[in-house]
């Protein structure tokens, strides 16, 4: 498992990310504090509050997968200042 933060603020950076996340095999949540959804759904991230970092835990411990996903989701990763 893997948790990394991003920031999806507008509609349409909400539909590349689920886009995105589609094309992964494993299972993907997002978390604001106890609260979570399926990261792979269009009305579960709208649910969310996004105008603050979304954490995003991924299912999986494979190196090469969470190498894809990171550069796949790059713009949308937020990096603490």
Request: proline residues 4%; aromatic residues 8%; glycine residues 4%.
């Amino acid at each position: 498992m893997s948790t990394m933060a991003v920031f999806l603020p507008a509609i349409s950076d909400v539909t590349e990310f689920v886009n995105i996340m589609g094309r992964f095999p494993f299972e993907a949540q997002l978390t604001v504090g106890s609260y979570a959804v399926d990261a792979k759904s269009l009305m579960g991230i709208f649910t969310l509050d996004r105008e603050r970092p979304i954490q995003l835990v991924a299912e999986t411990t494979d190196s090469d997968e969470l190498s894809h996903l990171t550069e796949a989701i790059g713009r949308f990763l937020h990096h603490s200042a």
